[in-house]
């Protein structure tokens, strides 16, 4: 079955949020010390992330596009609207703020090599092992965050289930266009502009910065094409 690790994935990220948004007798200084704990995590993962570029231009080209495509839309906008219409059929968020936990949720869950890595591999070989390895760190991961962001981390889920199940599908078809030889180039430059905003996501929860995160979101796409545009015109910028 194609969609196997997408689908356990998905539903440790729901079962891990329903446990979490349970636990409403933690007293507040334990929340904001955890979140806060959380948070730093978040950054060291973004670092590490972000570290995995092999060329620090597609980053920066990525984000500088990404960043201008994201506010000429208001992305930031139609996601905190969509977070208040959710907002008034499922009641509010421990902060009332759904949008910051689905964005928040969808960011740490989707972005990053396993996701990708995991999908083609179920796609690919039927092999789920590094989907379902994924589906434990996610399920703990939303335990954490639904405590302190809310039920809002549990529809992020959707998007791992679109953005993985969608690669798994046309897993075949996304390595006829992308050689082997890209692929672990095509990965990385991913990770790394993903890392970027992993660590926006990090600092916003210390309440260091309020970086409007979700209009950086279209990053992700421009790497993508940048880095195929780049190999097939076989352009260097070294």
């Known amino acids: 079955m194609v969609l196997l690790g997408t689908i356990v994935n998905t539903l440790a990220i729901i079962l891990g949020s329903i446990l979490g948004n349970m636990l409403t007798r933690i007293p ?3 929340k904001q ?7 730093l995590v978040i950054v060291l993962l973004g670092i590490q992330m972000g570290l995995k570029t092999e060329n620090s231009l597609y980053v920066i080209g990525s984000l500088v596009l990404g960043g201008i495509i994201g506010e000429l839309f208001d992305l930031e906008r139609l996601l905190n609207r969509f977070g208040y219409f959710l907002e008034k059929r499922v009641g509010t968020g421990k902060d009332g703020n759904i949008a910051k936990a689905f964005v928040t949720g969808t960011l ?3 972005v990053g090599a396993m996701s990708i890595v995991g999908a083609l591999d179920s796609g690919l070989r039927g092999d789920h092992s590094v989907l379902f390895t994924k589906a434990v760190l996610d399920g703990f991961l939303a335990l954490i965050f639904s405590t302190t962001l809310g039920i809002g ?3 992020s889920a959707v998007s791992v289930f679109l953005y993985e199940g969608i690669i798994a599908i046309f897993a075949k078809y996304i390595a006829m266009v992308i050689p082997h030889p ?4 095509f990965i990385n430059e991913i990770t790394a502009t993903g890392g970027i905003l ?5 600092l916003n929860l210390l309440n260091i910065t309020k970086i409007r995160t979700a209009n950086l979101l279209p ?3 421009v790497c993508a094409l940048i880095v195929l545009i780049i190999y097939y015109w076989n352009i260097s910028f070294t």
């Open 108 to 110: 740490v869950f989707v």
């Open 198 to 202: 992993i660590i926006a996501i990090g």
């Open 182 to 185: 890209l692929m672990g180039h």
């Open 219 to 221: 990053s992700i796409v």
């Open 33 to 39: 010390t955890v979140t806060q704990g959380m948070a």
């Open 153 to 155: 981390v549990i529809f």
């Open 28 to 30: 507040e200084k334990i």
